[in-house]
């Protein structure tokens, strides 16, 4: 069955630190794999996403995520965090030919000053 | 600001009741996808249209239903409503008729309170 992990519901980093929100997913077939951020009362919007090719694949707002197929994982990195980029942050996993996407539960970010 | 926009922004109502969620999607995409999202459930596909039919049915209660107008503005109905349909519920759109490849905007989505 098709699913998302995230295994840390809230992570707190200081400003300036270095992140790193762990996704883990089961797909059955080649999955399609997103990071998306939701700040408070808003909508989600896409940070990034995978398809094939290099597995190292940069996004917006200067998140990363690497692809690790032998792990089943999809992680998203930020070298430096700023104030701003404290929100929820949710994995999703799709397919090519499929219109739904499963949602990881979502971690929550906090940012310190 | 994505494009997409969703009335109302919130919506009070009583078990029982009936209400409908109406979503504009950006201007060109022919895709618009609904999404509910609690604290129980997550965050849960719920249907798509493209270009006016249904195109992908996910976790969609039968108490719920949805259409796509010819101006390609979506409604998602909720009838007979529980306490637990209390959520918030998104739309997305896109420009193509879905999959992975075919970027979803969403918008602030609409949160209703059942009580």
């Known amino acids: 069955a098709q699913s998302v992990t995230q295994p840390d519901i809230h992570i707190t980093v200081s400003e300036g630190a270095s992140l790193e929100l762990r996704c883990n997913y089961s797909y059955g077939a080649t999955p399609y794999l997103f990071w998306y951020v939701q700040s408070p009362g808003q909508g989600l919007q896409l940070l990034l996403k995978y398809f094939s090719g290099d597995t190292l694949v940069q996004g917006i707002k200067g998140f990363e995520a690497e692809f690790k197929r032998s792990q089943s994982s999809f992680n998203l990195r930020k070298p430096s965090v700023h104030w701003s980029d404290a929100a929820e942050y949710f994995c999703?996993?799709?397919?090519?030919?499929?219109?739904?996407?499963?949602f990881g539960s979502g971690t929550k970010l906090n940012v310190k000053p | 600001d994505s494009g997409v926009t969703q009335t109302p922004k919130h919506l009070i109502t009583a078990t029982g009741q009936r209400v409908t969620l109406r979503c504009s999607p950006r201007?060109?995409?022919?895709?618009v996808y609904w999404y509910q999202q609690s604290l129980d459930q997550g965050l849960q596909f719920l249907i798509q249209?493209?270009?006016?039919?249904?195109?992908a049915k996910g976790n969609i209660l039968e108490r719920f239903s949805a259409q796509q107008f010819p101006d390609l503005h979506s409604e998602l109905n909720l009838s007979s409503l529980e306490l637990g349909d209390s959520a918030l519920y998104f739309c997305?759109?896109?420009?193509?008729?879905?999959?992975?490849?075919?970027?979803?905007?969403f918008g602030p989505g609409t949160r209703l309170t059942v009580l």
């Open positions: 249209y493209y270009n006016g039919e249904e195109r």
């Open positions: 997305a759109s896109s420009v193509g008729s879905g999959g992975a490849q075919d970027t979803q905007y």
């Open positions: 999703a996993v799709g397919g090519p030919n499929f219109n739904k996407f499963y």
């Open positions: 201007s060109g995409d022919l895709s």
